[in-house]
């Protein structure tokens, strides 16, 4: 028998040979995998919320998610990009500075993926308010049959608490009620209480009060009815 062998190159170029076609067929795998991906990643904005009161240079925060891998997040304000992050958490900012008390603005955010699909979040409408104003409440409330909510703030001597409420459906709200920690204890207990402020049976209402005195205060939506009740409120202190 002859003493034939088995001639291998060098080892260090087989080495670099066998990674480079491993590297190769990991390319590809990649590329056949994202070729195959149709499903776009979700993006959801999540400050500020939705109805939120803003002003000056505002923060955006968003999360985004992918089976695959999240590129980068974009965010607009009324359509225009203002922004883009590629690792999470995702955020961004708006300068709004320029934009008119009271106006009402859009935000929204879109999510690519490795893929190059893209996928859209829900619109966040925002109002500008004065640098002065602090948001007690704005959004919608659902106050159950025969019960209450509260919301509680914080108010300084001076101060005016201003707002609105109106409600959506469920039929009227037997009561609102303003009322200062002292008196709001009273009122949980069942014992008699002074309100600084009080509507009663109302489908729709405004209210424009100067605070007393620094302190915790608690404004008090009252169903007495059947029915749930939904109504839309917003209350600002200036």
């Known amino acids: 028998m002859s003493n034939s062998q088995f001639l291998i190159p060098n080892g260090r170029r087989l080495g670099v040979v066998l990674a480079g076609v491993a590297a190769t067929v990991l390319f590809a795998g990649c590329e056949w995998l994202l070729g195959f991906d149709k499903t776009p990643p979700t993006c959801q904005i999540t400050s500020p919320v939705d109805s939120a009161l803003v002003n000056g240079v505002v923060p955006i925060a968003a999360t985004a998610t992918d089976s695959i891998g999240v590129d980068r997040v974009e965010f607009y304000a009324d359509g225009a990009l ?122 729709q209402m405004s209210m424009q009060q100067t605070v007393p005195a620094t302190g915790g205060y608690y404004l008090v939506f009252v169903n007495a009815g059947n029915a749930v009740v939904k109504c839309w409120a917003r209350f600002v202190l200036e």
């Open 82 to 203: 203002v922004g883009t992050d590629s690792s999470s958490p995702y955020s961004s900012s708006w300068d709004a500075s320029g934009q008119a008390e009271r106006s009402w603005h859009e935000l929204c955010c879109i999510a690519y993926d490795l893929a190059r699909n893209k996928g859209y979040s829900d619109t966040v409408r925002v109002e500008i308010v004065g640098v002065g104003q602090a948001s007690v409440y704005h959004g919608e409330l659902e106050v159950a049959a025969h019960g209450r909510e509260a919301v509680q703030f914080d108010a300084r001597t001076g101060d005016t608490l201003a707002g609105d409420a109106q409600v959506a459906s469920g039929g009227a709200l037997s009561t609102l009620l303003w009322l200062d920690n002292d008196n709001y204890q009273k009122y949980v207990a069942n014992q008699a209480y002074t309100a600084l402020f009080q509507r009663d049976t109302f489908t």
